[in-house]
């Protein structure tokens, strides 16, 4: 027998939901708040059938079920997004974004709402430059008054870094304040939190003289006066920023973002600073050479661990959702990093502890047609350890069952693993009669996973399974292996599966113990290995080209809108492989926010992906 012990807090152990909106494009939270009575807030955007993309915000029980949502669509007919909301102690939720005007401007917006998501007043700001405004974040400050920061244009320095205080009662406008960077480069403001005593902490960029984008902090008075600022740059000439901040008891500054290196693309970075903006400690993450690694989310849990979360562009699997813990030194403890069912980017924009040291982290998930806002639920009063971890019984130890204490009535489960057992040998069809509405499985290796009927979890348990790629065809590649569960008189299901190339694992999440096996979902011959990166493509963050990577000699590429609008015509004409695309359409210019489908041709073979465009 084996046991699997996990330490308390940590962020193994997890449940989940998704939000689809009417449309089949992008829908994504960029924020997350928990109010007094452990209601969970989301706030982002949604791709509507009527209306486009719009301002969405959804009311979660504690056990992740979804109790109310609204959207909110301004004058114009393009995009409306929320990028920060914050639940008060008043019992009113305030959110902030930005909305797009008949004009064809986007505006800073600010919006108070009741505990239903009743609104009851909001606000816009314009700045004189004329062209985008936006509010990121939003808190309360001690005086009950609503800080938030984003950014203005102004016709005479551009982006600036911009911080606004507003009457919690009214939304009526107090005072602004902004930061002007050097250089030609974007200023803006992505975070920002509010100490005891009233001073603010803000994070973001600023552009240095050289136009680079490097990482600013300040610490502003509760008046919106500047007292100090510190900025951080990274060795590589990439743009960078900080892209959330939390507080520490003792009055310590941690923040979150990514810094630019010469040869292993954007790293993740987390640094610890003091109350007086000097630097303590950092540290990065690269989980690839050249790919896209980002810390977009920071939180203190109550026994002074650091919750990061974000997204690795991971060699075997694309853009990954991650969350880390760190201790308060920034010595790492422990990480999951988690993979959707589709091609596009899973990632987390947002975390917040509540009261029961439960973490919940919000963003998006890739899914067959589209991506969908995702949330989950990392329990960490429910330690992995003790008498309560699962008992498992496996030859070679490398196939495992995880769950919370309390996940079961019996105090231990024994489940057994028979490893690599042929499809035959055990109560599940043959690889002839799979079928499954959201893919094509062939290849099984099936592994028996059954357990008592009367010893079911209450919730969801990892159910990690070991590999063996030569039990598949020559073509079968990491990405495409998932953990299956079979049950009788449902056939075969997809599980969400996250997986490990150094341990050869894939790890499934499951609420019900059946059969399980590991599978591979089929991809169109000959395109198995295409990779779209940077997704999505943020010109923001220093992006300038987007790269189809692995696509057949001599193919071609033609994008398109969403609608079915084409864009552009690319070809790959000196068989490497690769081709390279600037975001602009055939008329040369800039290609708008959105979801694209690049349809991939050779001969007579042809595959469509999507990726995302965010200016």
């Known amino acids: 027998m084996a046991s699997i012990t996990r330490d308390a807090g940590a962020v193994h152990s997890y449940s ?14 960029y924020a997350v708040t928990v109010d007094q009575d452990g209601y969970v807030y989301l706030a982002g955007s949604v791709y509507e059938t009527a209306g486009g993309e719009n301002i969405w915000i959804g009311k979660y029980s504690s056990s992740l079920s979804l109790v109310s949502s609204t959207s909110f669509r301004a004058t114009g007919a393009l995009t409306d997004r929320a990028f920060g909301i914050h639940a008060a102690t008043n019992g009113y939720v305030y959110v902030s974004g930005y909305v797009r005007e008949s004009s064809g401007r986007e505006n800073a917006w600010l919006a108070k709402y009741d505990n239903s998501l009743v609104l009851q007043t909001s606000v816009t700001f314009a700045a004189g430059g004329g062209l985008a405004d936006s509010a990121g974040a939003v808190v309360l400050d001690d005086n009950g008054n609503v800080i938030v920061c984003g950014y203005v244009t102004e016709s005479s320095s551009g982006e600036d870094f911009w911080l606004a205080r507003y009457s919690g009662s009214n939304l009526a406008f107090l005072s602004s304040t902004s930061i002007v960077g050097a250089g030609s480069g974007e200023d803006r403001c992505n975070s920002l939190v509010v100490n005891p005593v009233g001073r603010i902490y803000a994070v973001g960029s600023i552009a240095d003289p050289s136009g680079k984008e490097i990482i600013l902090l300040s610490r502003f008075s509760r008046a919106l006066v500047l007292q100090t600022t510190a900025t951080f740059s990274g060795p590589g000439t990439g743009d960078e920023s900080a892209r959330a901040v939390a507080l520490d008891g003792d009055g310590n500054v941690y923040a979150a973002g990514f810094i ?63 969350l880390a813990r760190y201790d308060s030194s920034l010595v790492f403890k422990d990480s999951i990093t988690i993979r ?146 079979y049950e009788s008189g449902k056939g075969w299901s997809l599980l969400e599966t996250s997986r490990n190339s150094s341990s050869s694992t894939v790890t499934g999440l499951a609420n ?102 965010e200016r």
């Open 16 to 29: 989940s939901a998704t939000f689809n909106a009417s449309g089949d494009g992008r829908d994504v939270a």
């Open 260 to 322: 630019s290196h010469p040869t292993q693309g954007t790293n993740a970075w987390i640094a610890k600073y003091g109350g007086s903006l000097v630097l303590l400690s950092s540290v990065t993450v690269n989980d690839s050479a050249g790919g896209e690694d980002m810390a977009t989310s920071i939180a203190m849990g109550s026994s002074g661990d650091v919750y990061v979360g974000g997204v690795l562009e991971q060699s075997s699997g694309g853009q990954n959702i991650w």
């Open 512 to 613: 019900h113990l059946s059969q399980f096996g590991v599978l591979r979902r089929d991809s169109a011959s000959g395109f198995n290995s295409v990779k779209i990166y940077p997704n999505p493509f943020w010109p923001a963050r220093g992006h300038q080209k987007i790269f189809f990577d692995n696509v057949p000699a001599l193919s071609s590429i033609e994008i398109y809108t969403i609608t079915g609008l084409q864009v552009q015509k690319l070809d790959d004409t000196d068989g490497d492989g690769r081709i390279l695309w600037d975001a602009k359409n055939a008329a040369g210019l800039d290609a708008g926010s959105g979801v694209y489908l690049a349809l991939i041709q050779t001969g007579s073979e042809k595959k469509v992906f999507k990726f995302a465009v």
């Open 340 to 485: 959707g069912l589709g091609s596009l980017t899973d990632l987390i924009n947002g975390i917040v502890i509540d009261d029961n040291s439960d973490l919940y982290a919000v963003g998006l998930t890739s899914v067959p047609v589209g991506e969908n806002i995702w949330l989950s639920k990392h329990s960490g009063n429910h330690p992995i350890s003790g008498s309560g971890a699962a008992s498992v019984s496996s030859g070679s130890g490398d196939s495992t069952l995880e769950y919370a204490a309390g996940s079961f009535a019996a105090s231990s489960v024994t489940v057994v693993f028979n490893e690599y057992v042929s499809a035959s040998s055990v109560a599940a069809p043959a690889e002839s009669s799979l079928s499954l509405d959201t893919a094509t499985i062939v290849d099984v290796s099936v592994v028996d996973a059954v357990s008592s009927a009367t010893l079911q979890p209450s919730g969801f348990v990892s159910v990690r399974l070991r590999y063996d790629l030569s039990r598949f065809d020559s073509s079968a590649a990491l990405e495409e292996l998932y953990v299956g569960r």
